[in-house]
């Protein structure tokens, strides 16, 4: 149940930040949001939105998430 509430949560224009970098979310499709890297700028990373958790914090008035550990019981 966790993991649906969190793919309802994630959209385009949110933050992801991921081995201290910031990117922006361009699209969320199924289990996968797709991010844009500054470092990487002509590609889109795909992240699982089950590995995503709300960091708590803002980014330029979006919410950021975090990747953090991958949960059994989120998937299951």
Same mark, same amino acid.
């Given at each position: 149940m966790?993991?649906?509430n969190i793919?309802n949560e994630?959209?385009?224009?949110?933050? *992801?930040?991921q081995?201290?970098?910031i =990117?922006?979310?361009? /699209?969320? $499709?199924g289990?996968?949001?797709y991010? !844009?890297?500054?470092?990487?700028?002509?590609?889109?990373h795909p992240i699982m *939105?089950?590995?995503l958790k709300?960091s =708590?914090?803002?980014? /330029?008035g $979006?919410?950021?998430?975090?990747e953090g !550990?991958l949960n059994?019981?989120?998937?299951g």
């Open positions: 966790k993991l649906k793919i994630i959209r385009k224009g949110d933050f *992801v930040e081995f201290g970098e =990117g922006l979310v361009n /699209k969320v $499709k289990q996968v949001a991010v !844009k890297f500054d470092s990487n700028p002509k590609s889109f *939105v089950s590995s709300k =708590g914090k803002k980014h /330029k $979006k919410d950021l998430y975090t !550990k059994e019981s989120m998937i």
